[in-house]
């Protein structure tokens, strides 16, 4: 979170969103000044992973504007589907989160596989105006399942510990068989081809460090696209919305103001998430413990206690970079 802004503590509300027999778990975050805002953001996170892949970015992002952050069928401890999990099936859950709190030109963010879902969404929907496309995947040159494992690899090496740790218990929720249900669609989906029927402007970001999203892909979705900016961030690797959410909050902000050049590179200075300022280990634990709570309120079905973890770590990480000062 910056460190010269003022910061306000996020509300969290946890919803869930059924549509024709599926569920989708939406965390809504938002503050006393960004309640009543037009407008709003919708976070679509990566396949096998959730909303806890936003708990920086989203908190930063509801300063401005509410956030609706989603855990997508089968994902988050959701129980999965009988139908084919393809883009078009999870694009249509996102559809029925946009009806149900009836977001009709939301600003949509997804990162990995979330950017295809929420291109899928784009091309149906002419009247979103703005979209941030994170990381996207699959490279058309790499288009094999072996080849993405090893470019998945090669960005971890350059991600923080505890991302890992994220991404492992994320997967171990989604478990193996739905993953592999899903997979082939994600590495199917022709990305670029699509993004031609999107009228909507587009902003770009990758990290430096993400073999998953190499630079020359981000050039060809730009000429895919009708209105595309393409940003990089320094230091940063695939999951850039996290390690770095600071820098994407300030690219999208700058984006959606009008204020940003068409294509450029962020500094991993400017880009990174402070140091927390306050509570120390304590305060840290706290944090680890309410994560662990979730997942295994998650992994019960116990929607109680998702919420009730995902508010108290939200206040803990409120005093840990605030100090508890408003």
């Known amino acids: 979170m910056p460190e010269d802004a003022e910061i306000e503590p996020a509300d969290i509300d946890v919803e869930t969103v059924e549509f024709d027999g599926v569920r989708t778990r ?80 939301p600003v949509l963010i997804g990162h990995s596989f979330g950017t295809q879902i929420a291109t899928e969404v784009l091309a149906r929907r002419p009247g979103i105006r703005h979209a941030v496309l994170i990381g996207p995947v699959v490279n058309d040159r790499e ?10 690899a090669q960005s971890s090496l350059f991600e923080p510990f505890r991302l890992v740790l994220l991404a492992v218990s994320a997967y171990l929720l989604c478990g193996f068989a739905y ?92 880009a990174r998430v402070p140091d927390p300022a306050h509570g120390g280990i304590a305060l840290a634990w706290r944090a680890a413990r309410y994560r662990v709570q979730e997942w295994f309120s998650a992994k019960e079905g116990d929607e109680v206690g998702v919420e009730h973890a995902k508010e108290s770590h939200a206040a803990v990480m409120w005093r840990a970079f605030t100090g508890g000062r408003r």
């Open 143 to 152: 288009r094999s399942m072996p080849l993405q494992a090893i470019r998945f």
């Open 179 to 270: 993953f592999l249900r899903v997979l082939p669609h994600m590495m199917q989906y022709r990305l670029a081809d699509r993004l031609r029927d999107v009228s909507a402007q587009v902003l770009l970001i990758r990290g430096a460090r993400d073999f998953s999203s190499p630079r020359y892909y981000h050039s060809a979705l730009v000429r895919a696209a009708r209105d595309a900016w393409r940003w990089e961030i320094h230091g940063a690797a695939h999951s850039v919305i996290n390690g770095n959410a600071i820098g994407v909050a300030k690219l999208t902000t700058a984006f959606l103001a009008g204020d940003l050049a068409r294509r450029g590179q962020m500094s991993a200075e400017e």
């Open 26 to 105: 939406v965390t809504r975050v938002q503050t006393e000044r960004s309640a009543h805002a037009d407008r709003a953001f919708v976070l679509i996170a990566g396949i096998g992973v959730a909303a806890t892949y936003f708990d920086l970015l989203a908190p930063t992002l509801a300063q401005e504007a509410r956030v609706f952050a989603l855990d997508l069928p089968g994902f988050a401890g959701q129980r999965a589907p009988r139908a084919d999990p393809s883009v078009s099936f999870f694009a249509d859950q996102v559809e029925a989160v946009l009806d149900r709190f009836d977001l009709g030109d």
